[in-house]
C-alpha cells in the first residue's frame, strides 16, 4: 500500500513548466540578488556548493549529496559571539543582523533532505528557539527536486520522506524531458512564479500524470528492497533495548562519528569558550559533535555516562527510531542512507532493524 506522504498528490496545486534553458536564466536572475547553492560534482562526489558559475550546476544527481544540508543551517563550526570584559561589563557581539541579510537560494535538494529540514525544524523552532538556525531559515528559498532515479542506499519510501514531496519546498521541479514540471508550495514560491511569469507557462494535466508516474516507478524499484516501515518499528526497538545486537555491533563500529556527521538530521553540538591569552575577550563557538565520542556525556567531574562503544551504537539509533518519536512526534530518519554508505565498518541501520524485527 502506498502512504500518504509518498502517495503523489494531484489536489489543488498550482502548476507550472519551466523550460531547461529558462530555469538557468531564472537562476542567473536569481543570483543577483540571492546566493545560490545547488548540486555541484567535485571529486567524483556531488556536493551542495555556493554557485560561482550556473554551469557548475548538476540536476538530476542521483541519491543523496556528501553532505547534507544541515551546514547551511547549523555549520560544523560557528562563533555564536565573541564578548570583551571591560572593568564590571561585558560587551557582546553576535551577527544575527548580518546572517539575516543573507539570503540564499538552495536548488535541487531531494524530497529526504527537504524533509530532514522539517525534522530540523522542530528541534531548533520548537521548545528551544535557536535565533541563528531561525534567522537562515527565514532567508532560504528551497526549490526541491524529485528524484530521477534511486540509489543503492537510498530507502525514503520506508521512513514516509520519498520519493515524493508535499511540503517543506517553494518550487519543486520535476525533469519532463525537455522542461520542469513545477510544483508551488508556499507564498515565497508564488512569489518567485509572479516575479518571473515572463519564464513559467501553465502546466497541462498531463504534466501532473507524468510526475505521478515517475514517482510510482521510483516506489515500485524501492519496495523491492522489501524493508520495514522504520515508524512502524517503535515497540521492536523498545523490546530491543537488551538485546545482545548492540555489544555485537560495539565490536566492529570506530566510533569515528563519520554517521552522524554525514546525516541531515543529526544535529547535536558543543560549545566552547576560546578566549584569548589575557583573559579579556573571547568566542562562544558550537561545533558538530556525535554521540559516538567517548565526550559526548562527558560532565564537568570527568564522568563519562556512555562509556560502553555499545550504549553509544545504540544511542543514535535509538534516537532516531525512538527517542525522536517521544520528542518531536516523528522518527529522525529520513532514509538518505549517508550513515551507511559512508560507515568504514559496513554498518547498517537498514540491517538492524531487520534483524531485531526478526528477533534478534
Ligand atoms: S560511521 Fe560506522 S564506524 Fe563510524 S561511528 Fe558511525 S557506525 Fe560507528
Ligand atoms: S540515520 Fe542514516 S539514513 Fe537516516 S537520515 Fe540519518 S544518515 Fe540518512
Redesign the pocket.
Known sequence: MVSEKTKPSKKSLEVYLIKKENLLTLVSKLADEFEIIAPVRTNGSVRFEKITDINQIELGYIGHTKLPLKKFFEPPKEVLFTYTIKNDSVEIKDNLEQIAKEKRVILGAHACDIHSLEIMDKVFLGEYHDPYYAARRNNTIIIGEICNDTAEYCFCYYTKSGPNAQSGFDLLLTDVNDAYFVEVGSEKGKDLISRFSDLFEKAEVKYIDLKDEKVQKLIKKMREKGLPEMDKVYQDMVNAFSKEIWEELSKI????????YTCPTCYCFDINDEIDPERTSGSRVRTWS?C?FLVFTRVTSGEVFRKDRSSR?KQ?IYHKLVYSVNEIGEISCVGCGR?ID????E?DLREIVKKIKGGA
Do not use: D, E, T
Not at 563500529?253 to 552522524?260: P, S, Y
Not at 559512508?342 to 565498518?345: D, E
Open positions: 563500529c570506530l566510533a569515528c562519528g563519520k554517521c552522524n556525535s559516538h551504537v543514535r550513515c559512508v560507515c568504514p565498518a554498518i
